[in-house]
């Protein structure tokens, strides 16, 4: 079944009282709610939740609740090192338990419901915000740019480090400073 967001939330309640096994729900973050200096979002942030009840324990009796998150955008940005454009698709996505009650305070692995009510967005948005990477590479093995020359090392070395070293400054380096 699909889920009803309003202010940011679902009610959960039909899965704790046992009227439905599933509810979906699809929407995208609120742009005020993101942004980064450098990255250009080219979609919105994606979100689908997925809320399931299961049942487990030996006698099947025992109601479990969980939330399956994912969020997705595209975005384009210049990779760290060598300042080459980068475009990719930035992807999380996370399962929880959901408690009825407030219990104990939310952790990684556990959220809990108010009034049979999960705050979805919020969800969503420190899923998001809290993976999203502080940096990117156009490649894992960039090789950056030469701080000599500025040259991009991915298209080849350049001759800087082939210099031969001045002989008086080949002294200096040898030199040892205890
Ligand atoms: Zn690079
Ligand atoms: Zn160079």
Known sequence: MKAEIKDGKISVKPIYNGEERELEVSFNLPEEDYGFDDVTF????????????KAQGKEKNEGYTELYLEVAADISTE??????????TVEFNKAYGLTESKVSEDSEEYLSTDHGELDILECARSLFLLNF????????????LCGECGKNLNDGECDCNKKEVDPRLAVLKNLKFD
Not at 79 to 88: K, S
Not at 133 to 144: A, I, Y
């Open 42 to 53: 080219e979609t919105p942030v994606r979100v689908y939740a997925r809320v399931t009840g």
């Open 79 to 88: 990779c760290a090192r060598c300042l080459e454009p980068v475009c990719e």
């Open 133 to 144: 990477p502080s940096r990117f590479l156009c490649d894992e093995d960039c090789k950056g």
